[in-house]
């Protein structure tokens, strides 16, 4: 029996969401050392009320099982510190679209734990980066990764976990960097209603969409919702680029001091389809920028100024 099974439900489910329709879910995604449980106590302290983080260590493939105190720690602080919306990201070493069957067998089985352990602790929503095809070709990387999908899906039935794709920067052979791709994947894993989308602004720009006009962030979520859906896009890292536009590589920068700008921030800060959503900073883990990286975003999204 999965993790899920034995201890989702004996647990309470925290609240997800802070009361009242103007709250901003902003947070930052926080260390899980010393404990899952961490994590929400480092973001209550960045008055965070959003929060990704690790359910396991996001580069090894050998993982230490979820305990009952585990769970019974998390379920407690969320509910003490919170409400947080609270988001999973998927380990780095998942690769979903691998040629090779052996490393693509275990990213299925690595997922379908990442899912378990989500379900046990009551979070939401599991960002996954799609995967690199490593050669063999975009079309049949994005028919694996449907097909890899498909088959996590089937062995989690019942859960209310999210699978989250997450767009890249296309550095590499790394699928996901085109909405178009992130549709195509959607439709190929055969089960829509368990997928959802997140949005990294540096990877968006880094692949080309530029964010930084107020012309080129219409035209993103235009098409975002012509092939995919608003509906669909429930997280969004929000992370400046260090590179130029349509660079492929992914380099994040704190809030302002790269590429983008600040006024693009500020677009998606106030705009109303997104209030719900919850927006992430993975910006560079540097002294206290965590909470001078919040504070600033804090500060546009007060601005009621029109946008540039």
């Known amino acids: 029996m999965g993790v899920s099974k034995q201890m989702a439900v004996s647990a309470e489910r925290a609240p997800s969401m802070p009361a009242g329709p103007a709250a901003l879910l902003l947070g930052a995604h926080m260390s899980i050392a ?9 973001a209550a302290e960045l008055r965070c009320t959003a929060v990704q983080l690790f359910t396991q260590t996001a580069r090894q493939w050998r993982q230490r099982r979820l305990s009952a105190e585990d769970v019974r720690s998390f379920h407690e602080t969320r509910a ?10 998927a380990g780095y070493l998942l690769n979903l679209a691998a040629p090779v069957r052996a490393l693509r067998e275990r990213s299925i089985r690595a997922l379908v734990s990442e899912l378990e352990r989500c379900e046990a602790l009551g ?5 996954l980066h799609p995967g690199a095809h490593m050669g063999a070709g975009e079309a049949r990387g994005i028919a ?3 097909a890899a999908l498909r088959r996590a899906h089937a062995a989690t039935p019942g859960l209310a976990v999210k699978t989250v794709l997450e767009n ?16 195509a994947i959607i439709a190929a894993s055969g089960d829509p209603d ?7 602004t540096a990877h968006g720009f880094a692949a080309g969409y530029d964010i930084s006009t107020s012309e080129g962030y219409a035209g993103l979520w235009e098409e975002v919702e012509r092939l995919i859906g608003l509906e669909r896009l429930t997280v969004i890292h929000l992370n400046d680029a260090k590179r130029e536009v349509g660079s492929r ?18 677009r998606i800060l106030v705009d109303p389809r997104f209030a719900s959503v919850p927006k992430i900073i993975e910006t560079p883990k540097e002294g206290d920028m965590d909470r001078r990286n919040l504070r600033l975003l804090r500060r546009l999204a007060r601005s009621r100024a029109d946008c540039p």
């Open 123 to 127: 979070i939401e929503s599991l960002v």
């Open 194 to 200: 368990r997928l959802a989308m997140c949005f990294d």
């Open 168 to 183: 890249t920067a296309g550095q590499g052979t790394s699928l996901g960097y085109a909405v178009s791709q992130l549709a």
């Open 144 to 146: 694996r990764v449907g």
């Open 80 to 89: 003490q510190r919170g409400p947080f919306a609270v988001v999973a990201h």
């Open 34 to 42: 010393g404990g899952l449980h961490l994590a929400l106590t480092r």
């Open 249 to 266: 590589i992914d380099r994040h920068a704190h809030i302002g001091q790269g590429r983008i700008g600040q006024a693009a921030f500020k």
